[in-house]
């Protein structure tokens, strides 16, 4: 495979246009009712594993996506910042806060009140 290809082929997988990423909704199709967990719990637990995972942004759009259509809201979402910060570390809920916000579609303000410049992967480049 060429750079080209292989660049081009990461470009579609983190825009969802790649067949990995059909396969990938794939399998977590049937994780929530294999989980027998009520859907709310169920996306928690999942941003719970994503903070602590340390997950790249793509991740947090792809499944908050999701839990936003189910009425996962940002408060919800601060409550689970609250409730592992002392397992993960508060230097990872941190880090996390501005992937979950821009995920559930507040990116806006959080760029507005840094008042800097952002790079692509959301984080300050000032």
């Known amino acids: 495979m060429t750079t080209q290809a292989a660049e081009r082929t990461l470009d579609a997988l983190a825009h969802g246009e790649h067949p990995v990423f059909e396969q990938l909704a794939q399998m977590t199709i049937e994780t929530l009712p294999n989980s027998g967990l009520d ?3 169920y996306h928690l637990v999942r941003l719970a594993a ?15 996506s999701v839990a936003k259509d189910a009425g996962l809201t940002a408060e919800d979402a601060k409550a689970v910042c609250v409730a592992i910060a002392p397992i993960v570390g508060s230097a990872r809920v941190v880090d996390a806060a501005g992937s979950v916000l821009r995920a559930l579609g507040f990116a ?5 009140r840094a008042g800097g410049v952002t790079s692509t992967d959301g984080r300050s480049a000032t």
């Not at 994503?50 to 908050?64: C, E, Q, V």
């Open 39 to 41: 859907e709310r719990t």
């Open 50 to 64: 994503l903070i602590a995972m340390d997950a790249a942004p793509a991740s947090y759009l792809a499944n908050l």
């Open 108 to 112: 806006e303000g959080i760029e507005h």
